[in-house]
């Protein structure tokens, strides 16, 4: 069982920067694949950003490729989605999720809110 806790999301003006960071606990970062997604009310969840299972290999979704950037430490158990260049269409409710591959991530943290405003 893998627990995940996103923190890090606030209020932020448009053009500004955030990092989200979501802790991963029962079982090791390094052995999982992680990705950041997010969600509007109302709309289907989106694809971020993931990392596969050795912590590289990032892909990103085109709608924040260059202004999004995902890592990872392992040491802390942690990845990050850094998010510069922020646009009010980024305002989602942000989830973290960690599988055994980037195509089975099923494990889901609660959430965190970024809003952008104009």
């Known amino acids: 069982q893998v627990q995940l806790v996103e923190s890090g999301g606030r209020l932020v003006q448009a053009g500004g920067s955030l990092r989200l960071s979501c802790a991963a606990s029962g079982r090791t970062r390094s052995s999982l694949a992680m990705g950041w997604f997010r969600q509007v009310s109302g709309k289907e969840r989106e694809f971020i950003a993931s990392?596969?299972?050795?912590?590289?290999?990032?892909i990103y979704a085109d709608s924040v490729k260059g202004r999004f950037t995902i890592s990872g430490d392992n040491a802390k158990n942690t990845v990050y989605l850094q998010m510069n260049s922020l646009k009010p269409e980024d305002t989602a409710v942000y989830y973290c999720a960690a599988g055994g591959s980037r195509h089975s991530l099923h494990y889901w943290g609660q959430g965190t809110q970024v809003t952008v405003s104009s």
């Open positions: 990392l596969d299972s050795t912590g590289g290999n990032a």
